[in-house]
């Protein structure tokens, strides 16, 4: 009875540590964590905006969060770039996915530069954060999130399809 249950164990063990689930825990961190960590910056950004605009003293709070959140996407996009698929059909649509997350942390970074000039000059750089065009600092984020996602999707039925 014990010995089954070992057995059994084992098996399971054994199954869960393919080169699929190391792949799809690969994905779940670098891929869906940083995606996660945008949308609640994304989130605690927009709860700054009064009527409309960034207020000047809220500039140091979306430059913290920005620059945070680009360390965390950096990092994914690195880390998942280095990966190999668990199998070779894979790899134009790991590529893909590598390439989607690169140019969200791309974005992440480019919004984080936005608020740092701000930050470090007020009167220059500052017209789209402190105006109510404040959401074009954001826009790309969000828009890359529906790129990353959609690509995800994809590995994903990928990875459903192997044996």
């Known amino acids: 009875m014990i010995r089954g249950i070992a057995l059994a164990l084992l098996a399971g063990t054994l199954t869960g540590c393919g080169a699929s689930s190391r792949y799809s825990a690969a994905i779940a961190r670098d891929v869906d964590a940083p995606t996660q960590a945008i949308a609640l910056a994304v989130a605690r950004l927009q709860l700054t905006v009064v009527h409309g605009s960034v207020p000047a003293d809220s500039v140091p709070v979306w430059t913290n969060i920005l620059e945070s959140t680009a360390k965390v996407t950096a990092k994914g996009a690195a880390d998942f770039a280095a990966l190999t698929p668990p199998d070779q059909s894979m790899a134009a649509d790991h590529y893909r ?67």
């Not at 954001?138 to 399809?161: A, K, N």
């Open 97 to 163: 996915l590598s390439q989607t997350i690169a140019h969200q942390s791309a974005a992440v970074a480019t919004a984080a530069a936005v608020a740092e000039q701000c930050l470090s000059s007020p009167n220059d750089g500052c017209e789209d954060l402190t105006s109510v065009r404040y959401y074009k600092v954001l826009e790309p984020l969000t828009e890359q999130q529906d790129y990353v996602r959609w690509s995800r999707q994809r590995i994903m039925r990928d990875l459903g399809r192997m044996p």
